[in-house]
């Protein structure tokens, strides 16, 4: 599966990088509530529509990572749901997170993110299949950085 073809191409189909938007044309409703503290989001399906329960009390950075990531179960995995731990520096060996952390890295990149390791997305970009902790690493420092353009 071509990870970063998908999220380039829903980019293009859409028009546009912002998850919440992506979110919104694709008929997804984004809910923020208090969530406890290990979960930093999940998708579920209700009635066949599908929903991102986010943890309102993340960052605005780190619910913009964990929207792209819940996007990328909805575009890669359809018929699970998940949800999304707030242990930024554990990692999970999943197959599918580890997909829904690259197209969450993908999506991310057509945004502009100031003061982060530009040499680690180089080599993610550069790589056929990336390392998933590098990935993962990525991810986390976006999180912890906090600095969407």
């Known amino acids: 599966m071509n990870i970063k073809l998908r999220a380039t191409n829903l980019i293009k189909k859409l028009k ?22 290990s979960i930093r989001g999940f998708l579920v399906r209700v ?3 599908k929903i991102i329960v986010i943890n309102k009390s993340l960052t605005r950075t ?17 018929g699970y749901g998940y949800y999304y ?26 945004s502009h993110w100031d003061g982060l ?3 680690l997305w180089k080599r ?8 998933p902790k590098l990935v993962h690493r ?5 999180m912890e950085h906090d600095g969407v353009c």
């Open 16 to 37: 546009t990088s912002n998850p919440r938007d992506i979110a919104d044309d694709l008929g997804i409703d984004i809910l923020y509530l208090d969530l406890p503290k």
């Open 47 to 49: 009635l066949k529509r």
């Open 62 to 78: 780190a619910q913009l990572v964990t929207i792209c990531h819940e996007l990328g179960h909805v575009r890669l995995h359809p």
């Open 85 to 110: 731990h707030a242990t930024g520096t554990r990692y999970v060996s999943s197959r599918r997170e580890r997909e829904a952390n690259e197209f969450a890295l993908y999506l991310l990149s057509e």
């Open 117 to 119: 390791n530009i040499k």
């Open 124 to 131: 993610v970009f550069t790589e056929k299949q990336p390392d």
């Open 138 to 142: 990525i991810l986390t420092e976006l």
